[in-house]
């Protein structure tokens, strides 16, 4: 499809909406914007930025009838529970101490697991008691990527490959820690996104410090 196609077209709505506020900004920059820029930035005020959510009846695990224990940032003696069951699911070895990160998304490059399959290697080694869960699909060299992941570190690596949500309830409840693309976006010059995934996990209480996807404000 040709620009002035692309462009003639993007002149038809009334407003466009973006499922991120930071990217209707970054749409008009060259960097960003494909050649699209120019048309783009003037009708900046049309774009605008909508928040992921989530529905906290189904991401709570105070009520959550997916997870092996139910717990809250009250009462979270079910965690342990939770992280045992995961560990378990995924292969990983029973250790109540080990530091559990878990990833789940999308495998591409603009939720950066490029950068993590890149880094990850070195993790195992830096940090013995280490445990990662990755529940991800996408671009076929990267799921090969995170699979080779776990037959060079079993019981260190415990990867799945495919969206299962029940799944994903799981991870969320049982890890201690959510590597998120959005944290590694200063290493990598990416498009931004907003992701209800940290969302949803910040209503698992975790050691973990909390990710700077925070729902960003107009």
Partial sequence: ??????????????RHRLTCINSACELCTAQFGCGLEGPIAARAKDFI??????????????????I???YSEEDPRGKAACKAELQRETG???????PLVAFASRL?????ADVML???????????????????SGERALQEG??????????RVGAHIGY????????HAGADILLDGLELRALRSRPDVCDARPTSARRAPRRAARSRAEPQRT
């Avoid at 499809?1 to 009334?14: A, E, Q």
């Avoid at 990983?92 to 080990?98: G, Q, T, Y």
């Avoid at 995170?146 to 019981?155: D, E, I, K, Q």
């Avoid at 299962?164 to 991870?171: C, P, S, T, Y």
Wanted: with cysteine; aromatic share 4%; proline share 10%.
């Fill in 1 to 14: 499809m040709s620009r002035t196609c692309l462009v003639s077209i993007g002149r038809l709505p009334d």
């Fill in 49 to 66: 930025g909508i928040l992921n959510g989530i529905d906290t009846r189904i991401w709570n695990p105070a009520i959550d009838r997916l």
């Fill in 68 to 70: 092996a224990e139910r």
């Fill in 92 to 98: 990983l070895a029973p250790d109540a101490a080990a």
């Fill in 108 to 112: 591409t490059s603009q939720k950066m």
């Fill in 118 to 136: 890149e880094r990850l290697p070195n993790m195992p080694e830096r940090h013995p008691r280490m445990q990662f869960a990755p529940v991800a």
């Fill in 146 to 155: 995170f699979a080779g992941l776990a037959r060079r570190y079993p019981r």
């Fill in 164 to 171: 299962d949500e029940a799944r994903e309830h799981r991870l």
